[in-house]
Every structure is written in C-alpha cells, then in structure tokens.
C-alpha cells in the first residue's frame, strides 16, 4: 500500500498545463480515507510551491519540502517543522560557503528568491564531474559540512550536509512514521536522485528525466519508467 507519494514539480508535475490538470482530476478522484500522503519535493522555495498550489496549478498537498531539502512544512497548519532546522544547522556556514563560489569566474548567483539560510545556488554552466568534485573539496577544506548538488548542467546548490531532497523525504517519513517501502517519489533531473536512493523506495522517472537522472537509477529495483512526459 503506498501511503506517501513524494513528487518534483518542475518538469515532473509541471511544464505541460494540459497534463497537470489531468493529474489534479485524477488526484482528486482517488478516495479520501486511502489518498496517500501528498509531498511537494522541490529546489523551489515553499513560498513559491505555496503560490502555484493557490494558483490551481497543481492539488493542495500535506507537506511541502523546499529548497532541495532545506524546508519542511506542514501544509496544512502552514508551520514550519524547525526540528529539520536544527539538523541542518550542524556544521554549517552560509557566507563561508557562499564565498568558494565568488571565486569562481564562470559561476553566477541566482536571483535572492532562490536563497535561503541553508541554501547557497549558483549557474554553472556544462560542469563536468571533475569540476563539480573540485568545488566540493574547496568547499570541505573552509571545514563547512555541506552538500553539493548539481542538475540540468546549469544549476548547483551548496546546502547543508544533511539538505538534500531524499535525507529531507527520509527524516520527515521517520518522523510520520512511514516505512520507506510504502512511499513513491518521482523526478526528472540530478536534484532529484537522492529522492531514489532512499532505501526501499518505490520511484517514477518521467519519460522526459534528463540522462543524469537515467544514469542514476540504472539497476534500481523497483522503478517505473514512464512512457509519457510530465504529469502524464
């Protein structure tokens, strides 16, 4: 029985109008009392997700997570769960992090409305492995335990060690207390593939999934390779 489905948004649920109404209705139609928990899995912040969901874009959900793992919120009482907070604050300095980054010539700063404390996101454009490995030792060696995510060859996030999208969906199913088998995530792109190598998940890749998501789910062992793009 799956009691959480865990899902992405842009490129995922969004991106075709058309499909993501038809996945609204079928939403919707599915009973009240067996409607599995309903997850936004996002590198947008919450305010944003908030603004979509009020829009009619997509349904209503229980929880929101935000900033690729640096928010959790309850979507119905619109708290803020702070215990998540004080996980990701061990070991982390924003500006420390933040200040690897201006010293790279090619890499950009997104706008303020992608920042948050625990979030530091820049463009990088075509980064290779090599280069993404590089920052994340000039990154350890200001001693800042943090993350590094890089998706759709442009955008990288430097966040806290425990910040990613799946350590995000894992404590918050621990805390609801929600076996990892009984849980359904689906993305498209690089930041989505924590969500997957949770154990025991179940995972949907959208026909659409960028190869960098393709070539990290090879193998996985209970996967849906969709045969249509986006919400469809």
């Known amino acids: 029985m799956v009691r959480l489905f865990s899902t992405d948004l842009d490129g995922t649920l969004l991106g075709n109008p058309e499909s993501s109404q038809r996945f609204i209705a079928a939403w919707q139609a599915l009973p009240g009392d067996s409607r599995p928990l309903l997850v936004y899995n996002s590198g947008r912040l919450v305010d944003d997700?908030?603004?979509?969901?009020?829009?009619?874009?997509?349904?209503?959900?229980?929880?929101?997570?935000?900033?690729?793992?640096?928010?959790?919120?309850?979507a119905h009482s619109g708290a803020r769960i702070t215990e998540w907070d004080a996980e990701l604050d061990r070991g982390w300095d924003r500006e420390r992090a933040h200040e690897v980054l201006h010293d790279i010539e090619d890499a950009a700063p997104q706008p303020g409305r992608f920042q948050n404390p625990h979030k530091s996101?820049?463009?990088?454009?075509?980064?290779?492995?090599?280069?993404?490995?590089?920052?994340?030792?000039l990154v350890a060696a200001t001693g800042v335990h943090a993350s590094i995510v890089y998706s759709s060859a442009r955008d990288l996030d430097i966040l806290p060690a425990a910040a990613t999208k799946g350590s995000a969906l894992a404590w918050l199913c621990d805390r609801l207390g929600i076996a990892h088998d009984s849980v359904v995530v689906a993305g498209d792109t690089g930041n989505d593939k924590s969500m997957f190598a949770i154990s025991g998940v179940n995972g949907i890749v959208v026909q659409n999934a960028q190869p960098e998501l393709l070539e990290a789910t090879?193998?996985?062992?209970?996967?849906?390779?969709?045969?249509?793009?986006?919400?469809?």
């Open 121 to 137: 996101s820049w463009y990088l454009r075509d980064a290779s492995q090599t280069r993404i490995d590089e920052i994340r030792n």
């Open 218 to 232: 090879v193998g996985h062992p209970n996967l849906y390779l969709a045969r249509q793009i986006m919400a469809d």
């Open 49 to 74: 997700i908030r603004g979509l969901v009020e829009a009619g874009m997509v349904p209503e959900p229980d929880y929101y997570i935000g900033g690729v793992g640096t928010e959790i919120v309850d």
